[in-house]
């Protein structure tokens, strides 16, 4: 559903899976974010971030 919305809106259509941390990282601090952390998870499919103003 959020991927096709995005798209039908004009957006990247990113999605979660696959969204590598450098995109998140670039568009955290395009949008004003100061700080961007991977808290190390024990768990192969999911990453876990803090993301800080």
Do not use: A, H, W
């Not at 959020?2 to 259509?13: H, I, P």
């Not at 941390?21 to 670039?26: A, Q, T, V």
Request: proline share 9%.
């Amino acid at each position: 559903y959020c991927m096709t919305q995005s798209l039908s809106q004009g957006g990247e259509g990113l999605g979660t899976m696959g969204l590598p941390p450098s995109k998140l990282r670039d568009l955290c601090m395009e949008s004003g974010f100061s700080e961007v952390k991977e808290i190390p998870i024990n768990n192969p499919l999911n990453i876990l971030y803090s993301i800080k103003p």
